[in-house]
């Protein structure tokens, strides 16, 4: 099997995951990795839960469809963190429900949305900034993409759901998981009494853990 045909296998299987544990519904989410001259990206109206490989999206690095059925509306936000971020190898975009309602909160930090909860949150996702609301399809959310990703490898947008990118395609999918699970730990601890870690705590992590 070529490594092409290989990274085709990995989307689907880890598409059918995240869609039978509740992390997209619908044709919500999508999925990419980076190739030598491009990326694979999920196709559009598709659900993550009956990806078909040979039918993923094959793009070039202006966005142009080499092969494969036509790519998902989003699949620009996955050329923009890749260009600024050459070190990454997979993309993951989310519509999962816990982030999409911290998404929608009024009183968060649009420079960190999401309080240190546990020590995994900080390892795998670390700082989490807010992108202002633009509708699906926008291309100047690109550009905010892009401007977010110069710093973050993972980023929240509003009204919408999360973008986290990784070293290799498992790396980026454990990031959303993780990101998804503490938004959720988030909305359950609200208005609670609750034990953070402390920024000493935090740096201690982020120096053995860089993100």
Same mark, same amino acid.
């Given at each position: 099997m070529s490594e092409e045909n290989?990274?085709?296998?990995?989307?689907?299987?880890?598409?059918?995951?995240?869609?039978?544990?509740?992390?997209g519904c619908g044709s919500s989410g999508n999925i990419s990795v980076r190739l030598e001259d491009g990326i694979l990206v999920t196709p559009t109206n598709s659900s993550m839960g009956r990806l078909d490989p040979a039918r993923i999206s094959r793009l070039d690095w202006q966005g142009n469809l080499l @092969? /494969?059925?036509?790519?998902?509306k989003e699949a620009f936000l996955h050329l923009a963190m890749y260009q600024e971020r050459p070190e990454e190898r997979a993309v993951?975009?989310?519509?999962?429900?816990?982030s999409v309602a911290v998404s929608?909160?009024?009183e968060i930090n649009p420079e960190n949305v999401l309080p240190p909860i546990t020590a995994y949150y900080v390892m795998r996702v670390g700082k989490l900034p807010l992108l202002p609301y633009y509708r699906p399809g926008d291309k100047a959310l690109a550009e905010a993409v892009?401007?977010?990703?110069?710093?973050?490898?993972?980023m929240l947008l509003a009204n919408?759901?999360?973008?986290? @990118? /990784?070293?290799?395609?498992?790396?980026?999918v454990y990031a959303a998981e993780e990101l998804e699970e503490t938004a959720k730990l988030f909305l359950l601890l609200r208005g609670e009494r609750t034990r953070y870690l402390t920024p000493e705590q935090v740096g201690e992590l982020t120096a053995h853990f860089p993100t």
């Amino acid at each position: 099997m070529s490594e092409e045909n290989r990274l085709r296998e990995r989307i689907a299987l880890h598409g059918k995951s995240l869609f039978e544990r509740g992390y997209g519904c619908g044709s919500s989410g999508n999925i990419s990795v980076r190739l030598e001259d491009g990326i694979l990206v999920t196709p559009t109206n598709s659900s993550m839960g009956r990806l078909d490989p040979a039918r993923i999206s094959r793009l070039d690095w202006q966005g142009n469809l080499l @092969a /494969g059925d036509k790519p998902s509306k989003e699949a620009f936000l996955h050329l923009a963190m890749y260009q600024e971020r050459p070190e990454e190898r997979a993309v993951v975009h989310l519509h999962a429900t816990h982030s999409v309602a911290v998404s929608c909160l009024a009183e968060i930090n649009p420079e960190n949305v999401l309080p240190p909860i546990t020590a995994y949150y900080v390892m795998r996702v670390g700082k989490l900034p807010l992108l202002p609301y633009y509708r699906p399809g926008d291309k100047a959310l690109a550009e905010a993409v892009r401007t977010a990703a110069r710093e973050h490898r993972a980023m929240l947008l509003a009204n919408h759901g999360p973008v986290v @990118a /990784g070293k290799e395609l498992d790396a980026a999918v454990y990031a959303a998981e993780e990101l998804e699970e503490t938004a959720k730990l988030f909305l359950l601890l609200r208005g609670e009494r609750t034990r953070y870690l402390t920024p000493e705590q935090v740096g201690e992590l982020t120096a053995h853990f860089p993100t």
